[in-house]
């Protein structure tokens, strides 16, 4: 039996114990950073053995030939352009390297061609994007520690983004509520990507995104360029990568979270038309051997892809969707005397849909400008049932919450972009919204014994942005760009015209930028509709106002040495029209809601509340180069809103500080870099969530939770700890890599505080706390044939 299992270990692993030299191409396309047209001629170095160079084709496109595995840096060199570099990617035996860059072209001509491993990797693709915005790859998503290849969960590492708690990957950006985030796929914004998520979030517990078809993105915190609308915190700008044109690759990975299977290729040989798939399924019941998940089994699964056509005669065709279901369900165990706070009287099932497909065409006018039109259709769907137990009458289950919810989109979105001249580049656009709805969410009010509705609503509205913005170099260090975005709600005819403008001085060494704009976003179409439980006819909101902020953001980054930079950017953000209750002896307001569902309980809203965020982020970063990373963050910050009755106080999502330290290290083993080892952490502490004390007399008289008024977000609980850690071994044998990943999410098991409420059953105050350990270990292996 023991000479099989050795026979086995030879077949699986002997490959790599040999001295043979394993190698892999690398391919991919050089366009202007500002046009977006193909870059021809373009000479492609790489710096391991300088002997290995090509030239992009006609259309951009380049292919170098048996770079060794490992760690490998490349130059991109054009006359007239500023020299391009990407330093230390990623060759595997497993997958060709794809590298997709863009670059700038020179103001005037220089004597020599200077390239420096220093140049700024975070630069948001986005050339429009002058501060508060950053590129993030792949790479990125898989190297932080327990971001789980998840891009909300990796932005999280960036100063002034922090979590909205364990459970989920919703993010406060900068004090804000997480309902300000927006999220872009492949130029036009979609519906939340994460699986189990409330209404009117944009968070969930896991990603739909995954790291297999992600390209390289951008990620914004504020004082955003005017394409990007509908948005008054952050904001996902992402794409899908196109398939591989001159092989097959897949892709196969089982781990703790569940398995998946990403394919890609050409269409036929020697075409550029490609395909790119993948396919995800979990059953998170796994889980339950290593943590608490509260009785309840989550299972889920997801699907993306993108077909990509590129012609010579009528453009750019690209096709993409991505969907995917989740269910919940959890079942109390038939005996009384077994319910507890913890495992209380509730029998609860739910399910939840999501789906997006579209078409995107572009097509050049000239070598200087391009028509970019995208079509998309969207679907979510959302099912959920409670009901408790009836001891009187053999455990009977008696409802106590029913809801069915559908949101669906037809979106259009054309974008023209014109490179005028090597210094200006102007760019306008629109997108409209086709929005369909259907709402339909009861419970039963035990303390008034009697059913209340919450949301209903049948119907469609429109929903209408347009934007036009100038690029101009004024020099080879001083750009500024400028633009218009506006808005129209059709559903009660809102509107807003927001003015915005960006200016950057970088000098190499130090570089200053400041920026100012107005920003909106319609609440969720739930605000809306919702009825509040009472005995009204229609909708109790519908005429609220779009809610606005003002941004301004300051930033100076200044070169401490080659590899390493440290910046500061101080902002303040004045946001108005926000929704607050319509009773001065109530305060609240929806800077505090994460979702729809915090909407009960509320009366009336009117557009009457302000808020205010104001702080520094400052940030070091030393990216990854010659085998580790660092990066250390902190925020200070204060977050505060007003009420109707004119009182201001602190918001919920004032930590007052965060504090993020993050590094890695990768090592080699052995000779030609087939074998690898890293080690990632992450230590995180911040200020304490903050709440409103509870009256517990009065909640004991009433039997629900009431707050102290006056007192609201007053308390914070103690400071937020967390330490992450994830570490991986890797090695290439002829045709595949094999990666081994353990990734652990508090892996102290700290149980931070999340939450307190009354509990009518004990008549106590009950304390609830976060997550502590979570686990995930994964087997992948990257093949081609």
Request: glycine residues 10%; proline residues 3%; hydrophobic residues 35%.
């Amino acid at each position: 039996m023991n000479r099989y299992l050795w026979l086995m270990f030879l077949l699986i692993f002997g490959s790599t114990a040999h001295a043979q030299t394993l190698t892999q191409n690398v391919r991919g396309q050089v366009t202007d950073a500002e046009s977006k047209q193909p870059l021809a001629g373009v000479m492609v170095v790489s710096l391991s053995d300088q002997t290995k160079t090509t030239i992009t084709d006609a259309n951009g496109y380049f292919f170098l030939a048996n770079i060794p595995v490992g760690r490998q840096s490349f130059q991109f060199l054009l006359t007239g352009y500023e020299a391009g570099m990407v330093a230390e990617a990623m060759v595997i035996s497993g997958k060709e390297l794809e590298l997709n860059i863009t670059m700038k072209e020179k103001l005037q001509q220089l004597n020599e061609v200077v390239v420096s491993a220093g140049k700024d990797r975070a630069r948001p693709k986005n050339e429009f994007a002058l501060v508060s915005a950053r590129s993030f790859s792949v790479e990125d998503t898989r190297r932080y520690a327990a971001s789980f290849a998840d891009p909300a969960r990796m932005v999280m590492n960036f100063p002034g983004v922090s979590n909205n708690g364990d459970q989920d990957n919703s993010i406060v950006v900068r004090g804000n509520s997480p309902k300000g985030v927006l999220w872009r796929l492949e130029g036009i914004e979609i519906p939340n990507p994460n699986h189990f998520s409330d209404l009117g979030n944009t968070g969930g517990a896991i990603s739909m995104l995954n790291g297999n078809v992600l390209g390289n993105s951008d990620f914004y915190t504020g004082a955003f360029p005017a394409e990007i609308g509908n948005a008054t915190s952050g904001a996902f700008d992402l794409t899908f990568r196109n398939g591989n044109t001159e092989s097959r690759e897949h892709s196969f990975q089982i781990g703790t979270l569940g398995m998946e299977l990403a394919t890609e290729g050409p269409f036929r040989k020697g075409g550029k038309a490609s395909y790119l798939f993948n396919y995800r399924y979990s059953t998170l019941a796994l889980l339950s051997k290593f943590m608490d998940l509260m009785g309840a089994v989550p299972e889920y699964q997801d699907a993306a892809f993108k077909i990509h056509i590129p012609t010579k005669k009528i453009g750019e065709f690209s096709i993409f969707g991505l969907g995917g279901s989740n269910k919940v369900y959890r079942e109390p165990k038939e005996d009384s005397t077994t319910w507890t706070d913890d495992e209380p009287n509730l029998a609860f099932s739910g399910r939840n849909k999501m789906g997006i497909a579209g078409i995107s065409h572009q097509y050049f006018l000239s070598k200087s400008s391009y028509l970019k039109t995208i079509i998309s259709g969207s679907i979510e769907t959302s099912e959920s049932n409670a009901d408790t137990l009836n001891v009187l009458h053999q455990y009977r289950k008696d409802p106590v919450q029913r809801n069915e919810l559908k949101n669906s989109a037809l979106r259009l979105s054309m974008t023209y972009n014109n490179k005028l001249n090597a210094a200006n580049t102007f760019r306008s656009g629109f997108v409209a919204h086709q929005l369909g709805y259907s709402m339909d969410y009861n419970y039963f009010d035990l303390a008034d014994d009697r059913w209340k509705q919450i949301l209903k609503g049948d119907g469609s509205t429109q929903f209408y942005q347009a934007f036009v913005q100038w690029k101009t170099r004024l020099s080879r260090t001083f750009t500024v760009t400028g633009g218009l975005h506006g808005s129209f709600y059709a559903l009660n005819e809102t509107y807003s015209i927001e003015p915005r403008i960006a200016a950057t001085y970088d000098a190499g060494i130090h570089q200053l930028s400041l920026a100012a704009g107005m920003h909106s976003r319609p609440e969720h179409l739930s605000t809306y509709l919702f009825r509040d439980g009472q005995d009204v006819s229609g909708p109790a909101n519908k005429d609220l106002e779009l809610t606005k902020s003002l941004h301004f953001v300051g930033g100076y980054t200044v070169k401490l040495a080659e590899r390493l930079r440290l910046k500061a950017e101080v902002y303040y953000q004045h946001l108005y029209d926000i929704p607050v209750e319509a009773d001065s002896s109530r305060s609240f307001s929806m800077i505090n809601a994460a979702g729809g569902g915090d909407l009960i309980g509320t009366k009336p809203l009117v557009s009457e509340g302000t808020g205010k965020n104001y702080g520094i982020d400052l940030s070091l970063e030393r990216p990854f180069y010659d085998g580790f990373y660092l990066m250390a963050t902190g925020s200070l910050y204060r977050s505060e809103y007003t009420d109707y009755a004119g009182n201001t106080y602190r918001t919920k999502f004032d930590r007052g500080y965060q504090l993020n330290l993050i590094g890695g290290r990768e090592w080699k083993l052995g000779t030609g870099g087939k074998k690898m080892i890293g080690l990632n952490g992450k230590v995180l502490l911040s200020g304490g969530l903050r709440e409103s004390p509870i009256d517990l007399e009065r909640s004991l008289d009433e039997q629900r939770t009431v707050y102290v008024p006056g007192k609201y977000y007053t308390e914070q609980s103690k400071a937020y700890f967390r330490a992450d850690m994830s570490a991986y071994y890797k090695f290439n044998s002829r045709k595949a890599t094999h990666s081994i990943l353990l990734e652990i999410q508090n892996f102290t098991n700290n149980k931070n505080y999340y939450a307190s409420y009354f509990n009518s059953r004990s008549g106590k105050i009950m304390q609830v706390n976060q997550l502590g350990i979570l686990p995930n270990i994964s087997y992948r292996i990257d093949f081609h044939w």
